[in-house]
């Protein structure tokens, strides 16, 4: 089945940095979509992707669709304490619309 | 913007019990809901896709008899555990999408302990 490798697994970084994420894939998605789950909660979405290339912001975020249709970035910038939680990219290939595929997930900790 | 409820957050059961987890579409009609399963610190596994009318869809290894899916409604889906043990404690998640739609919303999932 396919697989979503997602990197890295944990990041600690100070206030004000930048954080970047990825994920790859052995397969292609259509669609690629970035998620926060914060601790006892569902998964909220942040981006989602469309289109192969595509480079699509959120306030401090910003994430791109891989021209192979194989990969994923998310970034972060000037990070804040409440940017903490677990960030999961998710794709979805083929017909079946919502079913979606996760990667591991990167839990995101930031220092004051 | 839509909002997917799931009841109950948080439960506890003795094993041998069984569980019913539900999840409902507040402001849509959801065709389609996929259930979730979640270990601590884990990725989300895809259990199963439930269809309006339909017998739910499962995903390779997970027990269908174990786990009952009933979606009656096109704003309620349940996910049943039944003879919960120990080993299906576990954070469930439960998503919607409606029909036509693009977008895909969360429940806040429910934590279930089994002792």
């Known amino acids: 089945g396919q697989q979503l490798n997602q990197s890295p697994q944990s990041m600690f970084i100070q206030e004000g940095e930048d954080v970047s994420m990825n994920c790859t894939s052995s397969?292609?998605?259509?669609?690629w979509l970035w998620y926060k789950q914060e601790p006892g909660e569902g998964p909220v979405l942040l981006i989602a992707?469309?289109?192969?290339?595509e480079l699509t912001s959120n306030g401090r975020l910003t994430a791109q669709f891989g021209i192979t249709r194989k990969d994923s970035f998310l970034n972060i910038s000037a990070s804040i304490p409440s940017d903490v939680g677990i960030y999961f990219c998710?794709?979805?290939?083929?017909?079946?619309?919502?079913?979606?595929?996760f990667g591991q997930g990167t839990i995101l900790t930031v220092h004051p | 913007g839509a909002v997917v409820s799931q009841h109950p957050s948080r439960v506890i059961c003795k094993s041998g019990t069984s569980v019913k987890i539900e999840c409902r579409s507040l402001?849509?009609?959801?065709?389609?809901m996929f259930w979730y399963r979640q270990f601590p610190k884990k990725s989300l596994m895809l259990m199963a896709t439930?269809?309006?009318?339909?017998?739910?869809?499962?995903e390779q290894g997970v027990e269908k008899d174990k786990f009952l899916i009933n979606h009656a409604s096109l704003t309620l889906s349940t996910l049943t555990v039944t003879s919960a043990h120990p080993e299906d404690s576990s954070f469930y998640i439960c998503?919607?999408?409606?029909?036509?739609?693009?977008?895909?919303?969360f429940g806040s999932g429910t934590q279930l302990s089994v002792l």
């Open positions: 998503s919607a999408r409606g029909k036509g739609g693009e977008k895909l919303f």
């Open positions: 397969s292609i998605f259509n669609t």
């Open positions: 992707l469309y289109k192969a290339g």
């Open positions: 998710a794709g979805q290939g083929g017909t079946s619309y919502g079913k979606l595929t």
């Open positions: 402001d849509f009609q959801a065709t389609t």
């Open positions: 439930s269809n309006e009318g339909s017998k739910a869809t499962y």
